[in-house]
């Protein structure tokens, strides 16, 4: 005997089915007249009979129940168990991204996996008050201030991003670094970055002033502790505090390399340092007030933040695996 292929009960069965019953028909006249199998109009009643009032079923109701569980129905589970969302919600409040939380979590525990688009999904659609935790997506910026360009360059002996050795771009070896300004318009006082190209390690340094002499000072102070093949070049964009680059090339045996103007771009890790940098001391932070203490916190938290460029190891392990261990 062929089994007939199950489908739906439609709004006008429904209705048959309303009326059969307040005639008082058994399960088995109402399947008949249907020409379905008495366990379907069973199972409807069971499952969208209404849930408090027994004895009656309203077909328009009805209908409404069996259509929010098959909506329900498509649903699955964004997280597959209560040990990975604890981990999600950790990793957000450390300020990890989607991304990184995805990348990571099968390197902290094997067993598990998630994709980053689960945990977007988990965050809207399941748990809104976690989205203050996510980065925000900043609006397209503008060049701001004048733009006249220097007829002549005001750097010493500038040599072009140009005219950088082309391995430099590939990442494949270690030693070079990007250099970056922070300013605030509440303080003279700046914050100075470095990252590594290769590691992506980052160090950050308070100048009291945002000058030539200041900024130099502050660079030789973070690179000169670290073994000679880790400095090998520094690029920088055309600011008028990096014009003593000469100086930190004599005292670091470096050599420096300039950006094209307005081309900031093109150190493009430490402007991403910077952006990540600014989550935490917004614009209108004081650098002044800013203790070293805190500055430290927030290397270190840069530091042990899984990237996915480094195919989510910290900075700080693609450092050791470099042979070399960092300590502030």
Same mark, same amino acid.
């Given at each position: 005997? @062929?089994?007939?292929?199950?489908?739906?009960?439609?709004? *006008? =069965? +429904? =209705?048959?089915?309303?009326?059969?019953?307040?005639?008082?028909?058994?399960?088995?006249?109402?399947?008949?007249?249907?020409?379905?199998?008495?366990?379907?109009?069973?199972?409807?009643?069971?499952?969208?009979?209404?849930?408090? &009032? /027994?004895? #009656?079923?309203?077909?328009?109701?009805?209908?409404?129940?069996?259509?929010?569980?098959?909506?329900?129905?498509?649903?699955? %589970?964004?997280?597959?168990?209560?040990?990975?969302?604890?981990?999600? %919600?950790?990793?957000?409040?450390?300020?990890?991204?989607?991304?990184?939380?995805?990348?990571?979590?099968?390197?902290?525990?094997?067993?598990?996996?998630?994709?980053?688009?689960?945990? &977007?999904?988990?965050? #809207?659609?399941?748990?809104?008050?976690?989205?203050? !935790?996510?980065?925000?997506?900043?609006?397209?910026?503008?060049?701001?201030?004048?733009?006249?360009?220097?007829?002549?360059?005001?750097?010493?002996?500038?040599?072009?991003? %140009?005219?950088?050795?082309?391995?430099?771009?590939?990442?494949?070896?270690?030693?070079?670094?990007?250099?970056?300004?922070?300013?605030?318009?509440?303080?003279?006082?700046?914050?100075?970055? !470095?990252?590594?190209?290769?590691? +992506? $390690? /980052?160090?950050? @340094?308070?100048?009291?002033?945002?000058?030539?002499?200041?900024?130099?000072?502050?660079?030789?102070?973070?690179?000169?502790?670290?073994?000679?093949?880790?400095?090998?070049?520094? /690029?920088?964009?055309?600011?008028?505090?990096?014009? =003593?680059?000469? /100086?930190?090339?004599?005292? !670091?045996?470096?050599?420096? #390399?300039?950006?094209?103007?307005?081309?900031?771009?093109?150190?493009?890790?430490?402007?991403?340092?910077?952006?990540?940098? +600014?989550?935490?001391?917004?614009?209108?932070?004081?650098?002044?007030?800013?203790?070293?203490?805190?500055?430290? *916190?927030?290397?270190? #938290?840069?530091?042990?933040?899984?990237?996915?460029?480094?195919? &989510?190891?910290?900075? !700080?392990?693609?450092?050791?695996?470099?042979? $070399?261990?960092?300590?502030?």
């Amino acid at each position: 005997m @062929e089994k007939r292929k199950y489908k739906q009960l439609s709004i *006008t =069965e +429904r =209705e048959i089915i309303s009326i059969l019953k307040e005639q008082h028909k058994s399960l088995r006249e109402i399947a008949k007249e249907l020409n379905r199998d008495p366990t379907t109009i069973c199972r409807e009643l069971k499952r969208n009979a209404p849930p408090v &009032y /027994t004895g #009656y079923y309203l077909a328009h109701k009805a209908q409404q129940r069996a259509g929010n569980r098959k909506s329900k129905a498509h649903q699955r %589970q964004r997280l597959k168990n209560d040990a990975i969302s604890a981990y999600v %919600q950790e990793k957000l409040s450390l300020g990890w991204s989607p991304e990184q939380i995805s990348g990571r979590l099968s390197k902290d525990n094997p067993e598990f996996s998630i994709s980053h688009e689960a945990v &977007y999904q988990y965050i #809207y659609k399941e748990h809104a008050e976690l989205i203050p !935790l996510l980065a925000r997506s900043h609006k397209k910026r503008h060049q701001k201030g004048h733009s006249r360009k220097h007829k002549k360059s005001h750097i010493p002996n500038r040599v072009s991003i %140009q005219d950088r050795p082309a391995g430099i771009a590939t990442r494949k070896h270690i030693g070079h670094w990007e250099s970056d300004t922070m300013v605030s318009r509440q303080s003279t006082a700046a914050l100075l970055l !470095l990252i590594e190209r290769k590691t +992506r $390690v /980052t160090l950050i @340094e308070k100048l009291e002033q945002k000058t030539a002499l200041a900024n130099s000072q502050g660079i030789i102070t973070r690179l000169e502790a670290l073994p000679q093949h880790l400095r090998q070049t520094i /690029t920088y964009d055309n600011g008028s505090e990096n014009t =003593e680059h000469e /100086t930190v090339n004599q005292e !670091l045996q470096t050599r420096s #390399y300039f950006c094209n103007p307005y081309h900031s771009w093109e150190k493009g890790s430490v402007e991403n340092a910077a952006g990540l940098v +600014r989550r935490i001391f917004p614009k209108k932070t004081n650098f002044a007030d800013v203790t070293a203490s805190e500055i430290a *916190t927030v290397e270190n #938290y840069l530091n042990n933040r899984p990237r996915k460029c480094l195919k &989510y190891l910290t900075p !700080l392990e693609a450092m050791a695996n470099e042979g $070399v261990a960092l300590n502030r």
